[in-house]
């Protein structure tokens, strides 16, 4: 398995600005991804993360406003870029060990 | 891509009870599993379960691929089974992006 960790754990930010969510994973990994969860929700794929090039986005998600750094195997950043209310969600790293997907613990966002 | 639907959507019991959670996909998958979401928002990978089946402790997972379906099985539940269960499935044989399902919430009264 994997162990991840992610800072901040929960923030509240003013809209307009952004906000950088770190993701740390304790070995090697090739796939990374970045998710959001409104509350009560499933879980929607941002992008993956790739290491030494551009991240994938899905449909629906922007590399302006969702910028994001893979700047090696263990490591990887998203920022919340020009945030508004609609972007208060719990945002959360993954990556996988072996065939296994292994999550971490979420940042909790609250956008005034 | 594929789609997920798992039921039922909602799931109350008491402690002690069984449990059978379900999940159905639109198209073969060959990277299946599932998740556990405590209350506390942390998802913990339980199974990965292409095909057949598998147990851990009071958990157990079935997935019969030829028609695209997956059971998790709780026994002797307990509070600390409580949460929300989601099973997300893939194409490939891992190291992939995952669909995820809409999720069960499990409440398990004392």
């Known amino acids: 398995s994997a162990v991840i960790s992610q800072k901040p754990s929960r923030d509240i930010c003013q809209r307009g600005t952004s906000l950088t969510i770190q993701c740390q994973v304790d070995?090697?990994?090739?796939?990374m991804f970045w998710y959001r969860q409104q509350p009560g929700q499933s879980l929607t794929l941002i992008a993956t993360?790739?290491?030494?090039?551009?991240?994938?986005?899905e449909s629906g998600f922007v590399i302006d406003k969702f910028p994001i750094s893979r700047p090696n195997l263990t490591f990887s950043t998203l920022t919340v870029s020009n945030m508004s209310p609609e972007d208060s969600s719990i945002y959360l790293c993954?990556?996988?060990?072996?065939?296994?997907?292994?999550f971490g613990p979420g940042t909790r966002l609250t956008v005034l | 891509g594929i789609q997920v639907e798992q039921s039922p959507p909602d799931l109350i019991l008491q402690e002690g009870a069984n449990s059978t959670l379900r999940c159905n996909f639109s198209?073969?998958?060959?990277?299946l599993q599932w998740f556990h979401q405590n209350p506390w928002g942390q998802l913990i990978n339980l199974f990965y379960?292409?095909?057949g089946t598998k147990q851990n402790g009071r958990l157990s997972a079935t997935t019969v691929a030829t028609e695209r379906y997956s059971l998790l099985y709780i026994s002797s539940s307990q509070t600390t089974d409580s949460g929300v269960y989601f099973c997300?499935?893939?194409?490939?044989?891992?190291?992939?992006?995952?669909?995820f399902g809409t999720g069960t919430r499990l409440t398990i009264i004392p």
């Open positions: 070995s090697q990994v090739t796939m």
């Open positions: 997300a499935g893939g194409t490939n044989f891992g190291n992939e992006k995952l669909t």
């Open positions: 993954s990556a996988y060990t072996g065939y296994r997907e292994f």
């Open positions: 379960i292409p095909s």
């Open positions: 993360a790739n290491q030494g090039s551009e991240a994938t986005y």
């Open positions: 198209d073969s998958v060959n990277n």
